[in-house]
């Protein structure tokens, strides 16, 4: 399978700011989104990105949160703002079927955690 691999995670204070980063390899990141998984909870969806620039926000982190790719198509972020203690999660990149959030491949994640 083709890898991504997650980078950017960390602690903060709630109120605090990361900026998550995928990557991969040999490949060009077209159709992507970020999921989150939090201790005792399924995973949930983030933000999704196609390749057309369209975006898709789950409820509760729109106009927080920003998916955006580079310039190269070979990195995708998403910059969290405004953190709060439940955006709690380890955050996973999936390379999705463009239209939709059913992944095609995933990264091992990054761990975020707010405090307050």
């Known amino acids: 399978q083709i890898q991504l691999v997650e980078s950017g995670g960390g602690s903060v204070q709630a109120g605090g700011s990361l900026r998550l980063s995928c990557a991969a390899a040999a490949y060009t990141l077209n159709c992507m989104a970020w999921f989150r998984r939090a201790p005792g909870k399924e995973r949930e969806k983030v933000a999704r990105?196609?390749?057309?620039?369209?975006?898709d926000y789950a409820d509760f982190v729109k106009d927080r949160f920003t998916i955006s790719r580079g310039n190269a198509d070979k990195t995708v972020y998403l910059q969290m703002n405004s953190l709060k203690p439940e955006d709690t999660a380890i955050y996973y990149c999936?390379?999705?079927?463009?239209?939709?959030?059913?992944?095609?491949?995933w990264g091992q994640g990054t761990q975020v955690t707010v405090s307050s």
């Open positions: 990105l196609d390749i057309t620039g369209i975006t």
């Open positions: 999936a390379a999705v079927f463009c239209g939709s959030w059913r992944p095609m491949f």
